[in-house]
């Protein structure tokens, strides 16, 4: 549970406490009861627990001490913001976990040393397509610039949401990794293969996200766009 505190009380939170977890959305601060969803033990998720699980000890075992004190060096210069907006630097050894996993999961070779550059370029504005005809179309296309040799863009969406629909960053899930081959992508059967059969009838829309990960294992921002299922 991480909150903050003033003289009346709490006035921000993250995490649960008994029975009740602390969150917010774009109305403001809000607490709800804490619900404990089945462990379903999808492939997914048993491949992120063995890549963890295998980091973790190559941190130990494989790295030298060397390389672990790079590993270090690095996560102390390039802190990042938690769930309130303050600085906070990991330590080596997550660092270490965070930048293997993301190569991992874009099927890119591991590293043993920290980035030298942490260069990401820009996928730019986002152009997303989806329609019904002809069995469904969903593409998505970048304004692409300056992106590293070698890089991958991992891509992010969510089911068919309500059209009134806007805060979805909850909803949105990992669906594949894209080499960098022009634009646009097609993405449908990775979305399909994540939430079902596409829409045979006009309704709702998607949102999507792409974020490029770097052979260093470096992320860039994300960006996002919605499109009307038509």
Known sequence: ??????????????????????????????WRVKASPINR???????????????????GNLLTEAQRQAFRAFASDHPSSDVFGRIRALDGHAMYIALNAALQNAGLALITSPPTDIT??????LTLVATVAAGGTLTVATNEANIPVGSKINVYATKVMPN?????????????????????YDIKSAWVAKYG??????GGKIFVALQIVTTKGWLSVPAGTSAFVS
């Open 1 to 30: 549970m991480k909150a903050l505190w003033s003289g009346i009380g709490t006035v921000d939170g993250r995490g649960k406490l008994n029975g009740s977890v602390a969150s917010t959305n774009r109305y403001g601060n809000f």
């Open 164 to 184: 009134g629909r806007n805060f979805v960053k909850s909803q949105l899930a990992f669906i594949k990794t894209e080499a960098i081959a022009g634009t646009p």
């Open 120 to 125: 990401t370029g820009e996928v730019g504005a």
């Open 41 to 59: 033990r999808t492939s997914f998720q048993t491949a992120v627990r063995a890549t963890f699980a295998f980091l973790s000890t190559a941190w």
């Open 197 to 202: 059969a596409f829409p045979a009838a006009a």
